[in-house]
T-cell receptor, first 114, second 115 residues
Framework: ETGVTQTPRHLVMGMTNKKSLKCEQH?????MYWYKQSAKKPLELMFV???????ENNSVPSRFSPECPNSSHLFLHLHTLQPEDSALYLC?????????????FGPGTRLTVL | AQSVTQLGSHVSVSEGALVLLRCNYS??????LFWYVQYPNQGLQLLLK??????LVKGINGFEAEFKKSETSFHLTKPSAHMSDAAEYFC?????????????FGPGTSLSVIP
């Protein structure tokens, strides 16, 4: 596997379910990101982990819970979601250094909340 | 704060015609600028990036972009559109936060290529 992978690619869940999204990066990067992409809206940054510490929580509801057990893996735990949470969830990684560098994206998980 | 605007949420071109997607940014410091492409049901793929070296940046798939500081622009061009270029294109600017790279994305431009 190369680059950034995400599983599952598609997920349908009810509002009372609990599920998790997984992201893995094979680039040796030290920062990982979760974004939400809804139809007709700009990309929304949700969470950032740098050196395995959460450094950004962009006013995301508590029904979304991130976890970063090591620099290569990132999870997004979901519980009691709402239909408006249906979106494409994108994971990205980058190498944090003296200047801002490129973020590399995974293919995304298409989430549908019924 | 940095921001990005993309003129035209939807652009249509004929196959073989010039592609021009516009991007303007605001930044108080020399920026890093990016163009990403997103094909249906996929993530974002880096097309090219500007990092204060040459002002004309060449990317993948025949795309290039020119950084014009006086116009605060970073427009994306391709001389001849191909059907496979139909996708969503995002311009982005990055700024250095204390401990990570914050990327501000534009709203995107959807490119259609007409046979």
């Amino acid at each position: 596997e190369t680059g950034v992978t995400q599983t599952p690619r598609h997920l349908v869940m009810g509002m009372t379910n609990k599920k998790s999204l997984k992201c893995e990066q094979h680039l040796g990067h030290n920062a990982m990101y979760w974004y939400k992409q809804s139809a007709k809206k700009p990309l929304e940054l949700m969470f950032v982990y740098s050196l395995e510490e959460r450094v950004e929580n962009n006013s995301v509801p508590s029904r979304f819970s991130p976890e970063c057990p090591n620099s290569s893996h990132l999870f997004l735990h979901l519980h009691t979601l709402q239909p408006e949470d249906s979106a494409l969830y994108l994971c990205a990684s980058s190498q944090v250094g003296p200047r801002a560098d490129t973020q590399y994206f995974g293919p995304g998980t298409r989430l549908t909340v019924l | 704060a940095q921001s990005v605007t993309q003129l035209g949420s939807h652009v249509s071109v004929s196959e073989g015609a010039l592609v021009l997607l516009r991007c303007n940014y605001s930044s108080s410091v020399p920026p890093y600028l990016f163009w990403y492409v997103q094909y249906p049901n996929q993530g974002l793929q880096l097309l090219l990036k500007y990092t204060s070296a040459a002002t004309l940046v060449k990317g993948i798939n025949g795309f290039e972009a020119e950084f014009k500081k006086s116009e605060t622009s970073f427009h994306l061009t391709k001389p001849s559109a191909h059907m496979s270029d139909a996708a969503e294109y995002f311009c982005a600017v990055s700024e250095k936060e204390t401990s990570y790279d914050k990327v501000i994305f534009g709203p995107g431009t959807s490119l259609s290529v007409i046979p």
